[in-house]
């Protein structure tokens, strides 16, 4: 099964930055569709962003400008530039690939601080 590790959360106030990354393992091919989710206290889990193999993006409303997905070097790697912090972004952020929505993996807090 696909390893989803994501890392980079951490607790900053408002208007700060934080890069979230993920690394994918245990497939021999590369993931065509890598995105975000979060999910808040007492909220249901929801995207954040997406990338396609080739560079489409996608974003939910509440962060288009202030998110950034992209992929890495390294194949399966990737990440979010989060800027201009809220503090309605606080919440658990996970990694998928290819929309298995039945393997989240450990997910990377983000508290932000007004």
């Known amino acids: 099964q696909v390893q989803l590790v994501a890392s980079g959360g951490g607790e900053v106030q408002a208007g700060g930055s934080l890069r979230l990354s993920c690394a994918a393992s245990?497939?021999?091919?590369?993931?065509?569709?890598m995105a975000w989710y979060r999910q808040a206290p007492g909220k249901q889990r929801e995207f954040v962003a997406s990338?396609?193999?080739?560079?489409?993006?996608v974003y939910t409303d509440s962060v288009k400008g202030r998110f950034t997905i992209s992929r890495g070097n390294s194949e399966n790697t990737f990440y979010l530039q989060m800027n201009s912090l809220k503090p309605e972004d606080t919440a658990v952020y996970y990694c998928?690939?290819?929309?298995?929505?039945?393997?989240w993996g450990k997910g990377t807090l983000v508290t932000v601080s007004s």
């Open positions: 998928n690939v290819d929309w298995d929505f039945g393997n």
């Open positions: 245990g497939s021999s091919t590369r993931f065509t569709d």
């Open positions: 990338i396609a193999i080739e560079g489409q993006t």
